[in-house]
Antibody
Framework: EVQLVESGGGLVQPGRSLRLSCAVSGFTFDDYAMHWVRQAPGKGLEWVSGISWNSGRIGYADSVRGRFTISRDNAKNSLYLQMNSLRAEDTALYYC???????????????WGQGTLVTVSS | QSVLTQPPSVSAAPGQKVTISCSGSSSNIGNNYVSWYQQLPGTAPKLLIYENNKRPSGIPDQFSGSKSGTSATLGITGLKTGDEADYFCGTWDSSLSAGVFGGGTKLTVL
């Protein structure tokens, strides 16, 4: 059974940092691209960042480029999102998602975690 | 504003059929695969359609997808109250080098 479990969310002050993690199991992690997708309260889905199977290709939404860094450790079956200079508008439920392909350029997310909530507030 | 445009809401009676549209451009829908997701209240999104018109295992043929040019459509037949959810389209945008989603469509089964 495929499982994706996010962690690391919480309440943080504006301007501070947070690191999200996503631990996966049930599939060969280093065969697939991975994504972070967020959903602000009562809003739609927003793609945040994606990374190819071997970290050779990485992408960011304009809203987070330069502040967030995605990475993966294939040996640990884990995906990460380092979030710096957090803003109130970053408040959202952050989902980790598995792509159906290994390369970055499809965004076909066939498995999702349950999300970890990030609240940016003073 | 979302890169992909969906109607905010659609509604239909139980047993009827509904379609949800998703409009984009040549840099996203026009040259990349479209996926569709269902999000029931309080849950994570679930993949319904990938590669424009394919269903993952376990997804009933009640759900169908199509694409023409820079637009895509999700069709849902035999509506049940359990189908009430938010539906999102998604794809890759080659110009932005980023994933993109529609704003979502809330389906109400009257």
């Amino acid at each position: 059974e495929v499982q994706l479990v996010e962690s690391g969310g919480g309440l943080v002050q504006p301007g501070r940092s947070l690191r999200l993690s996503c631990a996966v199991s049930g599939f060969t992690f280093d065969d697939y691209a991975m994504h972070w997708v967020r959903q602000a309260p009562g809003k739609g889905l927003e793609w945040v960042s994606g990374i190819s199977w071997n970290s050779g290709r990485i992408g960011y939404a304009d809203s987070v480029r330069g502040r967030f860094t995605i990475s993966r450790d294939n040996a640990k079956n884990s995906l990460y999102l380092q979030m710096n200079s957090l803003r109130a508008e970053d408040t959202a439920l952050y989902y980790c998602g598995k792509d159906m392909e290994g390369g970055l350029g499809y965004c076909m997310v066939d498995n999702w975690g349950q999300g970890t909530l990030v609240t940016v507030s003073s | 504003q979302s890169v992909l445009t969906q109607p905010p809401s659609v509604s239909a009676a139980p047993g009827q059929k509904v379609t949800i549209s998703c409009s984009g451009s040549s840099s996203n829908i026009g040259n990349n695969y479209v996926s569709w997701y269902q999000q029931l209240p309080g849950t994570a999104p679930k993949l319904l359609i990938y590669e424009n018109n394919k269903r993952p295992s376990g997804i009933p043929d009640q759900f169908s997808g199509s694409k023409s040019g820079t637009s895509a459509t999700l069709g849902i037949t035999g509506l049940k109250t359990g189908d009430e959810a938010d539906y999102f389209c998604g794809t890759w945008d080659s110009s932005l080098s980023a994933g993109v989603f529609g704003g979502g469509t809330k389906l109400t089964v009257l």
